[in-house]
């Protein structure tokens, strides 16, 4: 049984470029949220998709976007990158909305330089 | 709004030692999960334990123990006889209505 797997590892972008990471939920998880890990730092809330939607945002930007497809995989964009989204970007996913312990994916580590 | 905090930033212990680590967090809801979860070192960020905010019988399993504590919004995590192998960064996250929020992790080596 596959659990979270995300694309690719690693990163590295300049400044002022786009980039879109993928992820593929645990089977039988219809919900996939997007965190992000600085360095020594416990993992941000991004935003959370189901049913294609995005139901809730944390507090990042609107660079910050996404998607969810109908086989519940899911992709996060980030445009005109900034040195400080450098970062560990982890997917999770789970089952509903509410109260589902997340799984995680190994993560991408993004490098903006 | 939602706040996690985890005052023992590291903790050092030697193999077979008990350890505990503190949890207090704040919130308005009256529904919420908490959660523990373990990040070895190589990375991944592995589920341990959840507990609802109706419950607060404490628990164990295996060498795992937890003490929730809503009139102090505390809830700690024991690990007993502790070993090598639970050497990791554990965090502390308390989840609502999709988001989850952690705090910034507890660093527990065990050493032989």
């Known amino acids: 049984d596959a659990g979270v797997t995300q694309s690719p590892t690693h990163l590295i972008k300049t400044r002022g470029q786009q980039v879109t990471l993928r992820c593929s939920p645990k089977?039988?998880?219809?919900?996939v949220s997007w965190y992000q890990q600085a360095l020594g730092q416990g993992p941000q809330f991004i935003f959370q998709y189901y049913e294609e939607e995005e139901r809730q945002r944390g507090n990042f930007p609107d660079r910050f976007s996404g998607h969810q497809f109908p086989n519940y995989s899911s992709e996060l964009n980030v445009n005109a990158l900034l040195l400080g989204d450098s970062a560990l970007y982890l997917c999770?996913?789970?089952?509903?909305?509410?109260?589902?312990?997340?799984?995680f994916g190994n993560g991408t580590r993004l490098t903006v330089t | 709004a939602q706040k996690v905090t985890q005052a023992q930033t590291e903790i050092s212990v030697v193999e077979k030692e008990d350890v505990t680590l503190d949890c207090v967090y704040e919130t308005r809801d009256t529904t919420y999960y908490l959660f523990w979860y373990k990040q070895p070192p190589s990375g991944e960020l592995v589920f341990l334990i959840r507990?609802?905010?109706?419950?607060?019988q404490n628990e164990i399993s295996g060498r795992y123990s937890w003490n929730f504590q809503k009139s102090t919004s505390s809830f700690n995590f024991t690990i007993t006889a502790s070993q090598v192998v639970d050497s990791a960064v554990y965090f502390c996250a308390l989840g609502g209505a999709g988001k989850s929020t952690f705090g910034d992790g507890t660093t527990l080596t065990v050493k032989p």
């Open positions: 089977s039988g998880h219809d919900t």
């Open positions: 999770a996913s789970s089952k509903g909305l509410f109260g589902s312990p997340l799984h």
């Open positions: 507990r609802n905010s109706f419950d607060e």
